[in-house]
């Protein structure tokens, strides 16, 4: 059942307005570790501005302020008509990791699945014989996926891999398989290095209805070339997370500024 706001009226923890702390800050703090604990699930309504400047007796910006926090590291969401509700908080990808959507869902202890869309073999046309380096019309297995994790789908997946480098990897039911576990244990291949491009864009009509999520909302869009380290391409592919589910992060490598 979801909570009202009323439950929150009722004393909530003092804060400490004498300290450096920020007071929108403890607020929005104590309201993470409610969503943490279990005490404030996803889809529970979260209290209004209103209701929170009453409760912690602060301003409205103050309360603003947390509530707008918790919306921007992907705790709650806004919509009209429905107040302020707990999310699911957003996953973190760090783009300078190479791991595949499988390994990445089990390190954070969530169940990775996927729906196969399609599975087919192209000849290689339009840009695809120069990024995957073979020859035009030469055989490529093409993915699409929808990428799940815990129940909740999380990302579509398009990919191009060449067969002449991987032959008989058609053969393979990516219903159930890992892509990049085939590709280690079956054929030996290490994803060393990618050139990656970010881009945001809105849902299409067929993206929104895939992810559950509304048309044109905003997607996180990550397009690769990952190769081995022998410089053979493995892969060619096209990410779309939903944007409300995912951000992305990186850490800078140390750089001289000119
Ligand atoms: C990741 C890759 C995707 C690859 C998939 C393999 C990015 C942006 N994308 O999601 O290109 O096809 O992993 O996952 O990292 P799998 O091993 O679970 O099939």
């Not at 919509?79 to 954070?108: A, C, S, W």
């Not at 297995?141 to 067969?163: C, K, N, V, W, Y």
């Not at 509304?214 to 070339?225: E, G």
Request: aromatic share 6%; with cysteine; charged share 25%.
């Amino acid at each position: 059942m979801e909570k009202t706001e009323a439950q929150f009226s009722s004393h909530p923890l003092p804060l400490d307005k004498d300290g450096f702390i920020p007071l929108y800050y403890q607020i929005q703090q104590a309201l993470i570790e409610k969503i943490q604990a279990g005490e404030l699930l996803v889809g529970d309504c979260l209290p209004s501005e209103y209701e929170l400047a009453r409760s912690y007796q602060v301003s409205r910006m103050t309360a603003r302020q947390a509530l707008h926090n918790l919306k921007s590291r992907g705790y709650a969401l806004s919509q009209k008509g429905r107040g302020t509700y707990v999310t699911r908080p957003k996953l973190e990808k760090n783009i300078m990791h190479l791991r595949g959507f499988t390994e990445d869902m089990k390190r954070r202890g969530m169940m990775p699945s996927s729906r196969l869309l399609e599975q087919n073999i192209l000849l290689a046309t339009g840009a695809l014989p120069e990024q995957l380096r073979v020859e035009e019309g030469s055989a490529i297995l093409q993915l699409r996926r929808l990428r799940i994790a815990d129940g909740t789908p999380m990302a579509l997946e398009d990919s191009h891999i060449p067969l002449q480098h991987y032959p008989g990897l058609e053969r393979t039911d990516f219903s159930s398989e890992s892509l990049y576990k085939v590709l280690r244990d079956k054929y030996g291949v290490r994803a060393a290095w990618a050139d990656e491009v970010l881009e945001a864009s809105p849902a299409t009509r067929e993206e929104s209805e895939l992810l559950s999520i509304p048309k044109n909302a905003i997607m996180l869009s990550i397009s690769r070339v990952i190769m081995t380290t022998a410089e053979i391409p493995i892969e060619v592919a096209c990410s779309r997370y939903c944007g409300n589910r995912y951000r992305a992060s990186i850490r800078v490598p140390t750089t001289t500024i000119e």
